[in-house]
């Protein structure tokens, strides 16, 4: 038998056991293995059932996207399935941990299934911009009822094993030890002459009006797309289910899986896949690195990013302490953090009981050393260097020895921050985006003397509270923020041309964006950009702005904090209103400076956008402040909106051609404002020699 699929017979039971971790993944060998398995036992008249087993942690995690686009070595998983299809015996999937994708799939090919309690069965395929391609659209809604397959396929969600047994899709729920209850499983059903029982040859489980149903999915599929092409396609797949028979209807699948694996979209969403495991791998730090144990945290700042960084504390299990300077603030950081755990109970996505678990985890203070006992304490104060160094000169005072001292600022230098301490070694950058508690991109800044077991350590807690962690180096901005000024920079320059703030968010939007730019600056407070642009108008005045976004400023439109930003907004209501005001002070704004309104394309506005923030992306890379571009894309793919289906800028300009793309920056050059643009010498070298930032 193959070293990844074990074979055993035990009481006229075949047991056909997946062995290639971590997930069982379907590769080459795994498939050969279980096709020969399935010979064997087919072949060997003393067995009399089969059973196909994982562990009882996997299943098995699906195909390995690995062989996607590139030659299939036989048996692909269809021709398993086929084996499948084809066994004269009863044949059990015994299911531990998740069957996801292609493990479904093969669980689907089966002709029984049995469960542990906890276990999860899902077609995830949507996810990566593709469908299930080996009988799933197809055998799902045969064993559960159409809509509740359309629904599972459309948008990918896995539903536990309960669940699934209650819909036909698991016949038992182990109670014990999943080999053991899935050998009696198999032997009852022996003992009770049942022979196979074939998905395949099952009719369409159609409740209610058919042509009503088969009108509802292509809506739901609408609804759930947002640029990914995939729910479309199963919606075809789901209609051939029900109206053609079973192998036309899976000859329609495997078409339009071919096409969609085939389509940018999927290469990007499964470049994304990969991209977010290849974030925690930093070539001078091994995996083996001894790490720091975090028991205990610490938060200076009460206010909002300080209340949600909590919050993610508290969410992982790990109690935290929270000082401020004044009772006052403290008690309005503190209701604030009750009051966001209670709207999520009130939507129903937390239990009361939790809730209060959590807020019995996070404590107040105003004295700053009750947070000594900390294992690491992060400080979220002003954006003003003075005022952070202030505080880590009384940290480091207070703090016990090995703890971790972390700044979570956005954009100042974070050695200068751990050179006011006796110990730069135990110093870094924690940026967390804003909701702390929702947002999961976690920019991890490596400062000069960070030492390594601390970058480890911190990496490892980013994952413990479910963030993405990405190791960026110091500079202004870091990854996220440098190549956001230079998006907004663009955006800025295009009101000075002709567009309005409403033109550049809803053509940025249409493209993929979750806002545009205008929206996003109301959302966080236009005063925050506008502090950045003063200090930058003496630190690098090179670096050249639109001015309209101060008068906005001078004006006290701050955005939805003030009801009044580059839209208005009323009270209680985020959504951004067009004010005639901004039209008016607009206008103004070009004819003081002599600025003549031009007629702007969207297709402009994208381009000169997300360009810009490829062209510093690339800087970015030349200069070692990111590890690969494949960091740059999920910084920008989990905390800036950025499209999933488009990959990320780096993958964006890569699917557009890097020549396209120098050949358009150099096109601004000759525009307003061109001295901005430069071209990043690595990104003409790689379109020079044809390359790709994502090799």
């Known amino acids: 038998m193959s070293d990844v699929a074990a074979y055993s017979v035990r009481d006229g039971i075949a047991v056909i056991t997946l062995k290639n971790p971590p997930v069982n993944g379907l590769g080459n060998a795994l498939r050969a293995g279980i096709a020969e398995g399935l010979k064997q036992a087919a072949a060997d008249p003393e067995v009399k059932a089969v059973l196909l087993i994982g562990t009882s942690k996997v299943f098995s995690g699906g195909a390995d996207i690995r062989e996607f686009n590139k030659p299939m070595t036989p048996p692909n998983l269809p021709e398993v399935n086929d084996m499948q299809d084809a066994m004269q015996k009863p044949l059990v999937a015994a299911i531990g941990g998740f069957a996801l994708g292609g493990g479904l799939e093969l669980a689907l090919g089966c002709h029984y299934r049995i469960a542990a309690p906890k276990a999860l069965l899902g077609l995830p395929e949507v996810k990566l911009g593709i469908l299930p391609g080996s009988g799933g659209t197809q055998r799902l809604p045969r064993i559960i009822p159409v809509h509740e397959a359309a629904r599972m396929i459309i948008l990918g969600d896995p539903i536990p094993a309960e669940k699934a047994k209650d819909f036909g899709l698991v016949d038992e729920i182990a109670t014990g030890d999943l080999l053991e209850d899935g050998i009696a499983y198999a032997k009852k059903l022996v003992a009770e002459g049942k022979g196979p029982r074939r998905v395949r040859d099952m009719p369409p489980k159609v409740e209610g009006d058919q042509k009503a149903l088969l009108e509802a999915v292509p809506e739901q599929a609408a609804k759930s797309a947002g640029g990914n092409p995939a729910p479309a396609e199963i919606a075809k797949c789901i209609h051939a289910a029900v109206t053609l028979p079973f192998d036309e209807g899976r000859k329609v699948e495997r078409e339009r899986f071919e096409y969609l694996v085939n389509t940018v979209e999927s290469k990007a969403l499964r470049h994304m896949f990969f991209a977010e495991r290849q974030t925690s791998k930093i070539p001078d730090v091994p995996e083996d690195t001894p790490t720091r144990e975090i028991k205990r945290a610490a938060i200076v700042g009460s206010g909002t990013m300080g209340g949600g960084i909590a919050m993610s504390f508290a969410n992982a299990g790990i109690p935290v302490v929270i000082a401020d300077m004044s009772q006052e603030a403290l008690d309005k950081g503190l209701k604030r953090i009750k009051d966001n755990y209670a709207v999520t109970v009130q939507r129903g996505r937390l239990k009361q009981e ?46 016990k020895p090995g703890a971790i001292l972390a700044t979570n600022t956005s954009t100042l230098d974070v050695n200068k921050i751990a050179e006011v301490t006796k110990r730069p070694q135990d110093v870094i950058g924690t940026h967390f985006f804003s909701p702390a508690n929702v947002m999961r991109l976690l920019e991890v800044v490596r400062a000069a003397k960070t030492g390594k077991d601390v970058l480890a350590t911190t990496m490892k807690l980013g994952k413990r509270l479910k963030k993405v962690p990405i190791v960026s180096g110091v500079c202004d901005g870091f990854i996220g923020n440098r190549m956001l000024e230079r998006y907004t920079q663009q955006a ?34 236009n005063d925050i950009g506008w502090d950045v642009r003063k200090r930058r108008y003496y630190e690098k005045p090179d670096m050249v702005y639109s001015k309209f976004a101060d008068k906005v400023c001078e004006l006290g439109r701050y955005g939805q904090k003030t009801n009044k930003g580059f839209y208005k907004y009323e ?125």
């Not at 209060?356 to 260097?385: N, S, Y």
């Not at 951004?576 to 005001?581: G, K, M, S």
């Not at 920056?665 to 643009?677: H, L, P, R």
Request: hydrophobic share 45%; proline share 4%; glycine share 10%.
């Open 492 to 525: 800025g320059f295009l009101l000075d041309e002709g567009a309005s703030p409403m033109q550049v968010d809803a053509a940025l939007q249409k493209w993929g964006m979750a806002m545009g730019p205008f929206t996003m600056s109301d959302m966080a407070g």
């Open 571 to 695: 009270a209680g209501n985020r959504k951004p209103q067009p004010d005639p005001e901004v039209d008016a002070l607009l206008d103004a704004y070009r004819k003081e400076h002599g600025l003549q309104a031009r007629q702007i394309s969207d297709e402009e506005i994208v381009e000169r956008c997300i360009y810009a923030l490829a062209n510093e992306g690339a800087r970015i890379l030349e200069e070692g402040i990111a590890l690969r571009a494949s960091d740059v894309d999920m910084v920008y793919l989990t905390g800036y909106g950025f499209p999933a289906h488009r990959g990320g800028p780096m993958f964006y300009a890569d699917t557009v051609g890097l020549a396209k793309v120098v050949s358009a920056i150099e096109a601004f050059q000759k525009g307003y404002n061109g001295s901005q643009w430069k071209p990043a010498p690595l990104l003409v070298k790689l379109a020079q020699e044809g390359k790709r930032f994502n090799a």
């Open 354 to 399: 939790d809730m209060d678990k959590r807020v019995a985890l996070i404590q107040g203070t105003t004295d700053l050393g009750t947070a000594r006992d900390a294992d690491i304490v992060i400080e979220a104060v002003f954006e003003r260097m003075e005022v952070k160094q202030d505080i880590f000169k009384k940290l480091d005072a207070v703090m």
